[in-house]
């Protein structure tokens, strides 16, 4: 039994599909990569039974097996060649690889033994442009967190209606609402994505104008396009009402050049407290005076900047890491950033939205200043 392939070609992939892995497997089968060969077509899947991916590759073979590969030492033997075609024979459960300088032998185990992938039952549709799925996973996924006693909060909330759609994540000390006017379902639709399967996504999806067709029921989401199908388990939860933590009332409002904006928090947070990232923002007038300091060094960084603002007087603190991130997650040339007082969230947005099919929110809640 055997087939062949170019070692660039299934390399590629397997990259891809070892970001699935775990290091620590509770199966020792999820330590390799599953290879079901049909004549020439050879699909490769890796799974951490939280989440399963696959790719289609095209492969010169006459056969039809189903074998588990170790994925580590497969990955690095590909590293090693040069671009050339691969003959890969099995037999008695040794896989031979030959390749122009040589040959190399790896066992390999019963296919069977790998766990099956979900089948999902009752489920719903919904279809996403690439590019738009992109942006969507972009633009919310740096706010989620990562708190194993708040699981709600480890992914993207996706909620789907009649007129718009909205995508939030939060960890609780920053939230971003993504709003599209170009995404509608007739029936109400709600889920909330993890982080991991997002961030595979975020490398494999491409960035051009293609679908990606969404399964999903009440437990799990089936992502496919072009060569990939990615199966995740949904989190089961509430996800917090993020509209009730959006202050409305925000009377003092500031507009500014989003980056000179970030290149002054960035320099100003390099003389921060590095327990707590400070920085403080105080508007006098039409001008933003962002200061930080560590006491514990006698280490301080001032800078003053010109805006446009209406509004009181007022000095607020904020994690600069947050702020950086938010900023570094916008494309507007000027940002706006609405106050009410310096013990309630700020919120920031782009000052002239760019795409009529989207308005993006972004929330942080103060640090109490020294």
């Given at each position: 039994?055997?087939?062949i392939?170019?070692?660039?070609?299934?390399?590629k992939?397997?990259?891809?599909?070892?970001?699935?892995?775990?290091?620590?497997?509770?199966?020792?089968?999820?330590d390799?990569?599953?290879?079901?060969?049909?004549?020439?077509?050879l699909?490769?899947?890796s799974?951490?039974?939280?989440?399963?991916?696959?790719?289609?590759?095209?492969?010169?073979s006459?056969?039809?097996?189903?074998?588990?590969?170790?994925?580590?030492l497969?990955?690095?033997i590909?590293?090693?060649?040069?671009?050339?075609?691969?003959?890969?024979?099995?037999?008695?459960?040794?896989l031979e690889?030959?390749?122009?300088?040589?040959?190399?032998?790896?066992?390999?185990?019963?296919?069977?033994?790998?766990?099956?992938?979900?089948?999902?039952?009752?489920?719903?549709?919904i279809?996403?442009?690439?590019?738009?799925?992109?942006?969507?996973?972009?633009s919310?996924?740096f706010?989620?967190?990562n708190?194993?006693?708040?699981?709600?909060?480890?992914?993207?909330?996706?909620q789907?209606?009649?007129?718009?759609?909205?995508?939030?994540?939060?960890?609780?000390?920053?939230?971003?609402?993504?709003?599209?006017?170009?995404?509608?379902?007739?029936?109400?639709?709600e889920?909330?994505?993890?982080n991991?399967?997002?961030?595979?996504?975020?490398?494999?999806?491409?960035?051009?104008?293609?679908d990606?067709?969404?399964?999903?029921?009440?437990?799990?989401?089936?992502?496919?396009?072009?060569?990939?199908k990615?199966?995740?388990?949904?989190?089961?939860?509430?996800?917090?009402?993020?509209?009730?933590?959006?202050?409305?009332?925000?009377?003092?409002?500031l507009?500014?050049?989003r980056?000179?904006?970030?290149s002054?928090?960035?320099?100003?947070?390099?003389?921060?407290?590095?327990?707590?990232?400070?920085?403080?923002?105080?508007?006098?007038?039409?001008?933003?005076?962002?200061?930080?300091?560590d006491?514990?060094?006698?280490?301080?960084?001032?800078?003053?900047?010109?805006?446009n603002y209406?509004?009181?007087?007022?000095a607020?603190?904020f994690?600069?890491?947050?702020?950086?991130e938010?900023?570094?997650?916008?494309?507007?040339?000027?940002?706006?950033?609405?106050?009410?007082?310096?013990?309630?969230?700020?919120?920031?947005?782009?000052?002239?939205?760019?795409?009529?099919n989207?308005?993006?929110?972004m929330l942080?809640?103060?640090?109490?200043l020294?």
């Amino acid at each position: 039994m055997k087939f062949i392939i170019s070692s660039s070609e299934l390399l590629k992939n397997l990259q891809i599909l070892g970001s699935i892995l775990n290091t620590n497997n509770t199966l020792p089968i999820l330590d390799n990569f599953l290879f079901e060969i049909d004549n020439n077509d050879l699909q490769i899947t890796s799974s951490d039974l939280e989440t399963t991916l696959s790719s289609k590759v095209s492969v010169e073979s006459t056969i039809n097996v189903k074998v588990a590969i170790p994925a580590k030492l497969l990955i690095d033997i590909l590293k090693s060649l040069p671009d050339q075609p691969l003959t890969f024979s099995m037999e008695n459960n040794i896989l031979e690889i030959n390749s122009n300088n040589g040959k190399y032998a790896l066992s390999y185990m019963n296919g069977e033994e790998f766990p099956k992938s979900v089948i999902i039952e009752d489920a719903s549709e919904i279809n996403f442009d690439s590019k738009v799925l992109l942006k969507i996973i972009n633009s919310t996924i740096f706010a989620s967190g990562n708190d194993d006693l708040r699981p709600v909060m480890s992914g993207v909330f996706f909620q789907i209606n009649s007129d718009s759609s909205r995508f939030v994540a939060t960890d609780a000390h920053k939230l971003v609402k993504y709003v599209r006017n170009d995404i509608k379902s007739q029936d109400a639709i709600e889920f909330i994505v993890p982080n991991k399967p997002l961030n595979i996504l975020k490398t494999i999806v491409p960035d051009k104008n293609s679908d990606v067709k969404v399964l999903f029921n009440n437990t799990n989401a089936i992502f496919t396009f072009s060569t990939f199908k990615l199966i995740c388990r949904l989190i089961d939860g509430k996800f917090p009402n993020y509209e009730a933590v959006i202050p409305k009332e925000n009377p003092n409002v500031l507009e500014i050049d989003r980056s000179l904006l970030l290149s002054s928090t960035k320099r100003a947070s390099i003389f921060s407290s590095k327990t707590t990232n400070q920085v403080k923002f105080e508007i006098k007038g039409n001008l933003l005076h962002i200061t930080a300091e560590d006491l514990d060094f006698n280490n301080k960084a001032e800078e003053t900047l010109e805006c446009n603002y209406n509004g009181d007087d007022i000095a607020i603190g904020f994690n600069s890491r947050f702020i950086v991130e938010m900023l570094n997650n916008l494309s507007s040339e000027s940002v706006k950033i609405e106050l009410s007082s310096p013990n309630r969230a700020g919120l920031i947005s782009p000052a002239n939205q760019t795409d009529e099919n989207e308005d993006v929110t972004m929330l942080v809640m103060p640090i109490m200043l020294n």
